[in-house]
Nanobody, 122 residues
Framework: QLQASGGGLVQAGGSLRLSCAAS????????MGWFRQAPGKERDFVAT????????YYAESEKGRFTISRDNAKNTVYLQMNSLKPEDTAVYYC?????????????????WGQGTLVTVSS
């Protein structure tokens, strides 16, 4: 089970840090990812991090603004979001990647959390 938190309302240019706490699974066995879904749109890849945290991958539009990290001792993955834009407004979801290698495909992820809403005002 994954529980995302940390969303809220922020002005453009501001920052938020999302957290996703995992339970009932061996967290360090999974690559982890963040996705987001804006109203009326598909759920899109944002970032992913490998099991050890040694490698990270980002969607092009998030490079340089977002940082994914994890703490395996706390069974938690984070998403630090800086320089937020109104187009970042979405529900953000964390998920586990059950593949042996890290991927960015939504179909390779499961155990989706309930999501946390991020709203960026202009």
């Amino acid at each position: 089970q994954l529980q995302a938190s940390g969303g809220g309302l922020v002005q453009a240019g501001g920052s938020l840090r999302l957290s996703c706490a995992a339970s009932g699974l061996t967290f360090s066995n999974y690559h982890m990812g963040w996705f987001r879904q804006a109203p009326g749109k598909e759920r899109d890849f944002v970032a992913t991090i490998t099991r050890s945290g040694g490698n990270t991958y980002y969607a092009e539009s998030e490079k340089g603004r977002f940082t994914i990290s994890r703490d395996n001792a706390k069974n938690t993955v984070y998403l630090q979001m800086n320089s937020l834009k109104p187009e970042d407004t979405a529900v953000y979801y964390c998920a586990t990647n059950y593949r042996a290698i890290p991927t960015t495909s939504k179909g390779d992820f499961g155990s989706w959390g309930q999501g946390t809403l991020v709203t960026v005002s202009s």
